[in-house]
Each structure stands twice: as C-alpha cells, then as structure tokens.
Nanobody
Framework: QVQFVESGGGLVQPGGSLRLSCAAS????????MSWYRQGPGKERELVAT????????NHVDSVKGRFTISRDNAKNTVYLQMNSLSPEDTAVYYC????????WGQGTQVTVSS
C-alpha cells in the first residue's frame, strides 16, 4: 500500500535551517507530482510547495517564497524540503503527499522554531 515516511524535523532557533525528507512507497513515484503540506497548532493543514514530475516547482504560501525549496530524487522515491530562515510561524507538523491522489497521510515530522 502507499506509504509516506517523513523525517528531518526538530527544534531549531529562528533563522535556522532544516531539510525534511519524505520517503514514498507503494506507487510509481516518478509519475506523480509531489507536495509538502503543514499543519500548525490549531490550524488547518495547508499546501506549502509542489514539484512536478519534471522538476518544476511552485510555492503556495507567500511567506515561504525565497526561503523553502522543494526537490525530488526519483531514484530514491524521495521528496525533500529545504527550509531556510525559519521563523516561529513555520512551526507545524510537515507532511508529504501526491496532490493528484491524496493518499492516506504519513505520521509527519514536527518542526518547532523557537528560541
């Protein structure tokens, strides 16, 4: 079955960086767009960034433009999110999924930005 395993989160100070990874399995990864989502405390889950099958990228949240970069490695069935200049507003659980299918969610990875 389809599975997503997110990792790389943690506690980081404002201005710091993290690189999230999401290992996907159970489907032909290279055939699908992939996206990162996040859900902050008391908030709805929101779409953060998307990468197409050929590597074109789109950030969906104005506040992350210029700071977050999504990438993928089709040989490893993995999608990444490089996050720079983190702020407390980026605190959330981060998830990946294929936006065209929205399969069951993984456990996510917690990102906490705090001094």
């Amino acid at each position: 079955q389809v599975q997503f395993v997110e990792s790389g989160g943690g506690l980081v100070q404002p201005g710091g960086s993290l690189r999230l990874s999401c290992a996907a399995s159970g489907f032909t990864f290279s055939n699908y767009y992939m996206s990162w989502y996040r859900q902050g405390p008391g908030k709805e889950r929101e779409l953060v960034a998307t990468i197409t099958t050929v590597g074109s990228t789109l950030n969906h949240v104005d506040s992350v433009k210029g700071r977050f970069t999504i990438s993928r490695d089709n040989a490893k069935n993995t999608v990444y999110l490089q996050m720079n200049s983190l702020s407390p507003e980026d605190t959330a659980v981060y998830y990946c999924n294929a936006p065209q299918r929205l399969w069951p969610w993984g456990q996510g990875t917690q990102v906490t930005v705090s001094s």
